[in-house]
């Protein structure tokens, strides 16, 4: 038993930088995801992604989600840089939408078969934060 402690008591060293980045990235998930969305639109049939990745010793935070909308790419792209999400850092969210490219997989991928609704992505980054060099992710 006391051979396991020494053991416990470095993972817990080694984790908890990276539990603290995972709680601050499900706060920015949480505000994504509640805040309303465009006029018209839906969010997707795909779970949302999240993730820290690197970024010079500090990390950044990655979410992605999708919505069904009638909206067009450059309309839900000046509604979420306009959106008021607060980011966990001082400067502001850096976004991106795009409109998946190619034959329609199925008719309810195709806007003319879907009432004028087509899938647009969302991709939300806030970017440097400290501590990156504690979390092994962000080295």
Known sequence: M?????????YVVVMTPAWMHDHQLAGLVDRALGYPLPKGSDLGDYEPQSEVRP???LCNY?????????ASAEEVLTYYRTAK?????????AVNVWEPFGPPA???????ENGGRRRIIVELQDNH???????????
């Open 129 to 139: 934060h400290d501590g990156g060099f504690w979390d092994l992710r962000c080295l």
């Open 2 to 10: 006391w051979v396991l402690a020494p053991v416990l008591l470095l």
């Open 85 to 93: 999400i607060t980011p966990l850092g001082e400067g502001d969210l």
């Open 62 to 70: 990655h979410v992605r989600f999708e919505i069904e909308t009638e």
């Open 55 to 57: 970024g010079a010793d």
């Open 106 to 112: 199925s008719p309810m991928d195709d806007p003319k």
